[in-house]
Nanobody, 124 residues
Framework: QVQLVESGGGSVQAGGSLRLSCAFPGSTPKRGWMGWFRQGSGKEREEVAA???????TYSDSVKDRFIISKDNAKNILFLKMNSLKPEDSAMYYC??????????????????WGQGTQVTVSS
């Protein structure tokens, strides 16, 4: 597993914004999807947003129209801009990537690229 490094988490009040960053060691993968996941306390991992090499994006219904995923290929960084945050967005956020993950195939249980996570806490 290739280790990614997330940053940008923190504590904010409801309605606030945060931008998460995920640094890849070397170039971002040219095949497959990359994206952000979250896992709240006692909850299962949830795919939040994803992007492919062509910048095609997908979002979960719970974050659509509030979160924006993007990437900087020159700097090998994946971003997640989170706006209008809600208490239910509180979770550990992870970034990941895998060539087996496609528009037609869900991400595997263990992704080839995976980070250590960054905590996001939203207070009401």
């Amino acid at each position: 597993q290739v280790q990614l490094v997330e940053s940008g988490g923190g504590s904010v009040q409801a309605g606030g914004s945060l931008r998460l960053s995920c640094a890849f060691p070397g170039s971002t993968p040219k095949r497959g999807w990359m994206g952000w996941f979250r896992q709240g306390s006692g909850k299962e991992r949830e795919e939040v947003a994803a992007i492919d090499a062509s910048d095609r994006t997908t979002y979960s219904d719970s974050v659509k129209d509030r979160f924006i995923i993007s990437k900087d290929n020159a700097k090998n960084i994946l971003f997640l801009k989170m706006n209008s945050l809600k208490p239910e967005d509180s979770a550990m956020y992870y970034c990941g990537a895998d060539s087996r993950w496609s528009y037609f195939s869900s991400p595997p249980a263990e992704l080839t690229y995976w980070g250590q996570g960054t905590q996001v806490t939203v207070s009401s």
